[in-house]
């Protein structure tokens, strides 16, 4: 296939995007007139059906931005211009087989967000070449290329790896270890029941019982004690009053 030189018209001027030879799972745009670097498009999932690899992305840059940072020097800039930007855009088909486009936020090698002259640029020059990629002819193989790129990080589950933050299943025969945590709770826990258990029946259960209160077969009697303490606020004592009547 040719090379193709798009004209795009920006606020800034006339852009001419040139599509390099297809790579294996890309595009890159070289650009010129109002506007120099490269631009980068690839394949993606749809943003509303994760499994479904029917998007392209266009990223500022030579590389794919998902995958590598493109270089200060190397990053799309106006020609009148020394900042260059990164930034990135989706283009899909809604429900209605209507184009739809997601922009993420751009920002200069700074960390400097863009002016809005600058970022309707960026946008129409990532949105040309995206929608040129959408149109070709072998866009089913950027596609299926670019699925086989993506599954293994995103979906590691269906290529028998277990996804991020779960741990592999214990092999047969291997030893099962309790987290320190847990072992010092169980500890925690079992010397506190010992602490409050009940004594077992038998003569050690009576040995701190009053006589009266220690054998089942005697009478029971009362046992007056010392007052048990007040669990309350303190209740206000009435002062007797004092001689005078003052």
């Known amino acids: 296939m040719d090379s193709p030189s798009l004209t795009i018209e920006t606020r800034a001027g006339t852009v001419r995007a040139t599509a390099g030879p297809r790579q294996?799972?890309?595009v890159v745009f070289e650009l010129s007139g109002a506007m120099r670097g490269s631009v980068h498009v690839t394949g993606t999932h749809h943003p509303h059906h994760w499994d479904q690899f029917a998007a392209v992305r266009a990223c500022l840059g030579p590389v794919n931005a998902f995958q590598t940072t493109a270089p200060g020097d190397a990053l799309p800039r106006l020609t009148?211009?020394?900042?260059?930007?990164r930034g990135s855009l989706n283009l899909y088909r809604d429900d209605a087989d209507r184009?739809?486009?997601t922009v993420y936020p751009m920002q200069s090698a700074a960390e400097h967000d863009p002016s809005e002259k600058t970022a309707a640029v960026l946008t129409a020059v990532m949105r040309a070449c995206a929608?040129?990629?959408a149109q070709r002819d072998d866009l089913p193989e950027i596609l299926d290329t670019s699925r086989q790129r993506d599954t293994p990080a995103a979906f590691p589950h269906l290529v028998g790896r277990p996804p991020p933050g779960r741990s592999r299943p214990l092999q047969a025969g291997s030893p099962r270890r309790p987290p320190r945590a847990a072992n010092r709770?169980?500890?925690?826990v079992d010397r506190r029941t010992m602490a409050h258990r009940p004594p077992a029946?038998?003569?050690a259960a009576d040995a701190g019982r009053p006589p009266q209160l220690a054998c089942p077969h005697r009478r029971r009697q009362a046992v007056v004690g010392p007052l048990l303490p007040h669990r309350g606020r303190p209740r206000a004592r009435t002062r007797p009053p004092r001689p005078g009547g003052y």
């Open 80 to 85: 009148r211009s020394r900042t260059g930007y």
């Open 185 to 188: 709770r169980n500890r925690l």
């Open 24 to 26: 294996a799972d890309s």
């Open 131 to 133: 929608e040129h990629v």
């Open 201 to 203: 029946p038998g003569p």
């Open 99 to 101: 184009p739809q486009v």
